[in-house]
């Protein structure tokens, strides 16, 4: 390690669409959860791989998804969120900076995550180039306390430790 080590923080929040909308499943760490659910969002919604790209972006000092990715850009409507860290991560090595480790917390009543969590670890460990080691999921809910305690949505926070190539 060369003594530049960086923290990023990224949380990610989407509102279950009223009804389930078969063009648009819910996907978490990139991968299709087989409950009934769809989140309203502009992309796919998934707010594993927003947190992601958010903690990225923010270790590396260059803003957040959002600035990145702007919802009133008809190119990320309903953009497949792989294709989002695909780009976070090429700015991250213009930047120079590569991950060391990532830890994310799932926030969500429903569904029931347990089931999915070794499958994103896997799927997160392909997309980031990472091994099994440096990556972990996590779910826990509100214990029905709140909007996601309500069920009406999901949320996801996500901290990456990285370092620097130079």
Request: with cysteine; aromatic share 6%; proline share 2%.
């Amino acid at each position: 390690m060369n003594g530049n080590l960086r923290v990023g923080h990224g949380i990610d929040v989407h509102r279950f669409a009223d009804s389930y909308h078969e063009d648009k499943p819910l996907k978490l760490g990139g991968i299709i959860i087989s409950e009934k659910y769809s989140l309203e969002a502009y992309s796919d919604g998934d707010v594993v791989l927003h947190g992601i790209c958010d903690a990225i972006l923010g270790a590396c000092a260059a803003g957040d998804i959002g600035d990145h990715f702007p919802d009133t850009d008809e190119a990320y409507a309903n953009i497949d969120s792989a294709q989002l860290l695909e780009q976070v991560l090429q700015t991250a090595d213009k930047k120079q900076f590569y991950i060391i480790n990532i830890d994310v917390t799932i926030i969500a009543q429903v569904p029931k995550l347990s089931p999915y969590k070794q499958n994103m670890v896997a799927n997160l460990c392909g997309l980031l180039n990472l091994d099994l080691g440096r990556v972990n999921v996590k779910a826990t809910t509100t214990e029905s306390l709140g909007s996601i305690g309500r069920e009406e949505g999901i949320a996801c926070h996500a901290i990456v430790l990285m370092d620097s190539k130079a």
